[in-house]
């Protein structure tokens, strides 16, 4: 099975580009193209979050305009910058801007794939109450071999910044983790890099950002802000797997 993972695109209308200085709707629409042409094809295409940058129903309409083309299913992860009322209204096409968390698993190529949703409203680190934790111990007892793509890492990344905002209050999660010895992979965003980090019998992945890369150390300015983004191009990462075995490598696009 073949999964593309399309990472933080922090989308915003084209009158409103640029993002941190990248045209983030120009590198999705990019992302697509190329993700229609690899072969093997993809199953299935999980975007981990960040979709838009700003909450807006304007924001979601480009992202739904520019994923027209894209030829494979498309399930979303929420993070920081999502804004689920109003993604429930416009991706989900539900009638009520319903605020509840958005977390689901599916079943593909005999893997379960369990997406969840990290975000804490208001908070740019994430965070996981009980109600899911206790439904995603039981979608990890079906015996298939599964993956979770998730926005926040569960786990720090080694860089002082980044780990401040990672999923906090982790340990229920890593314990239901550990116990799981048919989790092999965790797919996740926020970060912008690529890092890995081994959890005894599975792997946390980050991937780049599909719209605009992360500084390790943010540059200060005079100012005392900082600028956190860097010109590198988009990428995205690409993950094939079978059973307990996977492989996995970046692409990096030309903008
Ligand atoms: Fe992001
Ligand atoms: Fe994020």
Same mark, same amino acid.
């Given at each position: 099975?073949?999964?593309?993972?399309?990472?933080?695109?922090?989308?915003?209308?084209?009158?409103?580009? =640029?993002?941190?200085?990248?045209?983030?709707?120009?590198?999705?629409?990019?992302?697509?193209?190329?993700?229609?042409?690899?072969?093997?094809?993809?199953?299935?295409?999980?975007?981990?979050?960040?979709?838009?940058?700003?909450?807006?129903?304007?924001?979601?309409?480009?992202?739904?305009?520019?994923?027209?083309?894209?030829?494979?299913?498309?399930?979303?992860?929420?993070?920081?910058?999502?804004?689920?009322?109003?993604?429930?209204?416009? $991706?989900?096409?539900?009638?009520?801007?319903?605020?509840?968390?958005?977390?689901?698993?599916?079943?593909?190529?005999? *893997?379960?794939?369990?997406?969840?949703?990290?975000?804490?409203?208001?908070?740019?680190?994430?965070?996981?109450?009980?109600?899911?934790?206790?439904?995603?111990?039981?979608?990890?007892?079906?015996?298939?071999?599964?993956?979770?793509?998730?926005?926040?890492?569960?786990?720090?990344?080694?860089?002082?910044? $980044?780990?401040?905002?990672?999923?906090?209050?982790?340990?229920? &999660?890593?314990?239901?983790?550990?116990?799981?010895?048919?989790?092999?992979?965790?797919?996740?965003?926020?970060?912008? *890099?690529? &890092?890995?980090?081994?959890?005894?019998?599975?792997?946390?992945?980050?991937?780049?950002?599909?719209?605009?890369?992360?500084?390790?150390? =943010?540059?200060?300015?005079?100012?005392?802000?900082?600028?956190?983004?860097?010109?590198?191009?988009?990428? &995205?990462?690409?993950?094939?797997?079978?059973?307990?075995?996977?492989?996995?490598?970046?692409?990096?696009?030309?903008?």
């Amino acid at each position: 099975m073949r999964i593309v993972q399309l990472s933080d695109p922090h989308i915003v209308p084209a009158a409103q580009q =640029p993002v941190h200085g990248q045209d983030t709707l120009e590198r999705l629409r990019a992302a697509v193209n190329a993700v229609n042409q690899l072969s093997p094809s993809p199953d299935l295409v999980v975007m981990t979050g960040d979709q838009i940058n700003d909450g807006t129903e304007a924001s979601y309409r480009a992202v739904k305009d520019v994923l027209t083309p894209l030829r494979f299913p498309c399930h979303m992860a929420m993070g920081n910058h999502d804004y689920r009322p109003v993604f429930r209204r416009v $991706m989900l096409e539900e009638p009520e801007a319903a605020s509840a968390p958005y977390y689901y698993a599916l079943d593909r190529s005999g *893997h379960r794939i369990i997406v969840l949703d990290t975000q804490d409203e208001g908070e740019v680190s994430g965070r996981l109450e009980d109600d899911q934790l206790d439904w995603l111990e039981r979608e990890l007892s079906s015996g298939l071999p599964s993956v979770i793509c998730m926005h926040h890492p569960p786990v720090p990344v080694g860089v002082a910044w $980044m780990d401040e905002l990672i999923l906090l209050d982790n340990a229920r &999660f890593l314990r239901i983790c550990a116990a799981a010895d048919t989790l092999h992979l965790i797919l996740c965003g926020h970060v912008h *890099h690529d &890092f890995r980090m081994d959890l005894g019998h599975a792997t946390v992945l980050t991937a780049p950002s599909v719209g605009l890369q992360f500084r390790k150390d =943010p540059v200060i300015r005079p100012d005392g802000s900082r600028v956190i983004a860097t010109d590198e191009p988009a990428a &995205f990462r690409i993950v094939d797997i079978d059973g307990p075995r996977w492989k996995t490598s970046i692409h990096h696009l030309s903008l």
